[in-house]
């Protein structure tokens, strides 16, 4: 089954998982214990994060450590910059028509 990259992202704790997985390779069990939620549960949202490659998982001996895939994230970002530069934009000229209404309501 694929998933979309943006629902696994919306929810707020695979958005945490991300960002701690992002300075450092961590277990299951380490993830787990940032979270009031029960390790099945980290484990559903990490196996979500790996089936969109938001994360990679490596074997090392008996363990898995879960690593950040900064190349999908790069791609996911790719996909969103030419919308942040629109609304960049508009914004910028939102704020340059209120300077205009200010300065001519002096």
């Known amino acids: 089954m694929r998933r ?3 629902q696994a992202i919306a929810d707020p704790t695979r958005r945490a998982i991300i960002l701690l997985v992002a300075t450092q390779a961590m277990t299951p069990n380490a993830l787990a214990e940032h979270f009031d939620s029960s390790r099945q549960a980290i484990s559903k949202h990490l196996r979500i994060l790996t089936e969109c490659e938001l994360v990679k998982q490596e074997q090392s001996g008996r363990k898995i450590h879960y690593h ?3 190349k999908k994230m790069k791609e996911v970002a790719d996909f969103i910059e030419p919308f942040r530069q629109m609304w960049d934009t508009r ?6 028509l209120l300077s205009t209404i200010k300065t001519t309501k002096k």
């Open 91 to 96: 914004f910028n000229q939102l704020d340059n």
């Open 68 to 70: 950040f895939n900064a």
């Open 4 to 6: 979309d990259v943006f």
